[in-house]
């Protein structure tokens, strides 16, 4: 049996992995400032106000639940404090369990977004090294 299956670079693979996570990361911090740059630091739900010693318990919430979806007029934000954020979050899981549909926030964000690009990112890579 031949085996010509060559070692995974595991190397450049971190390195994607790490660039992806980076450019999530990048993006989430530009649409959170954009959100605080954009509406009164207050809570959407429990009206609790924030300032800036405070304003990292305050989180972007994506009405839509799809975190790539960030017009800049700021339509699918509201901030929600973490609380209230986590409530939200877990009533849609409880909605989502008893109606038998996954929640499609949470399958975006454990399953589809880190890895969504990586196959790409790989291939122009690939590409790139011939
Ligand atoms: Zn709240
Ligand atoms: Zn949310």
Redesign the pocket.
Known sequence: MPTKRRAPDSARLDRVVAEAREAAEARARTYREQALKLFPWICGRCAREFDRSTVHQLTV??KD?NHDNNPPDGSNWEL?CVYC?DN??SRELKAAASDGSPSR?ETAAATHRPFAHLADLLNKRRHGDR
Do not use: G, S
Request: no cysteine; net charge negative; proline share 0%.
């Open positions: 919430h994506h639940h929600l954020h939200e979050h926030d």
